[in-house]
């Protein structure tokens, strides 16, 4: 039957219409952004996990620049105490050469003295940005340096926890008092005691130097490792909300088609009150 006050045809044309607009709007939006999923009404599902992903992201960059000045912090400090391994390897040197008796007792001490003077001033300039591990303390009250590593989640949605790399000042200013603790070399009697002493202070600066060495190797390891978890962190949230732009080129190709047809068929519709007209002739 047909009717002159309800055009069927033309009112499904116009909803057929409506839904290929709708949907050519998206793909349109999809591809300009780039973003398949850029807002929670897109799927909201999807847009939660991101989110969280993505300020999970945001941290793991910050912590990779603080493990970038962790790492430089430590790197000072391990160069400073190689440098007085090798200073007190040369004191042993000169204490070794005051064993014998037709030597100059006096201009040994003399350079070790100035040996002791290089170290005192490695000691104090071994800085960072203010923080000296090789002093008694690393800023003038803390004797540890927590470099943040990471961040545990428990749960997509869970308590977030931070996981810190622990390094100890090493204490040189007491542990290395030379100055006050080595035996001043007048003969070799005393170059006998400065020996022995010589090689315990060596085998602290060496322990220390090692346990620094370590906590950089340790370091730079974890900053590689965050670093490839961001980019996997950052291929996964794409994976998830970005656009394929194939998929969506296909897509509006197939939506510009189905338009212009819905468009054609709404106006066929539109036509077909008029043609009762001829009925009437």
Sequence with gaps: MSSILTNNGAMVALQTLKVVN?????????????????????????????????????????????????????????????????????????????????????????????????????????????????????????????????????GAGGTVTGVDITIEAQGFESTLDLANSLTAITDTATAASALGEIEDFLQVAISGAAELGAAAARIDDQASFVSKLVDSM?????????????????????????QELAVQSLGIANQAPQALLQLFN
Excluded: C, P, Y
């Design 234 to 258: 950052t291929m996964g949230v794409s994976t998830m909300t970005d656009t394929d732009m194939e998929e969506a080129s296909a897509r509006l190709s197939a939506l510009q088609t189905q």
């Design 22 to 154: 709708t949907n050519l709007t998206d793909t349109q939006n999809a591809i300009s952004t780039g973003k398949e999923i850029g807002v929670a009404k897109d799927n909201a599902a999807v847009w939660a996990i991101s989110k969280t992903m993505e300020s999970d992201i945001a941290s793991f960059e910050a912590i990779e620049e603080g493990l970038s000045m962790g790492e430089a912090t430590v790197a000072v400090a391990s160069a400073g105490a190689e440098q007085i391994v090798e200073k007190l390897v040369e004191i042993k040197e000169l204490i070794v050469s005051a064993q014998a008796e037709n030597v100059s007792h006096d201009k040994i001490q003399t350079d070790i003295e100035s040996k002791i003077d290089q170290i005192e001033s490695i000691i104090g300039a071994a800085q960072f940005n203010g923080a000296n591990l090789l002093a008694n303390t690393i800023d003038g009250t803390a004797t540890q340096m927590g470099v943040l590593a990471s961040l545990d989640r428990v």
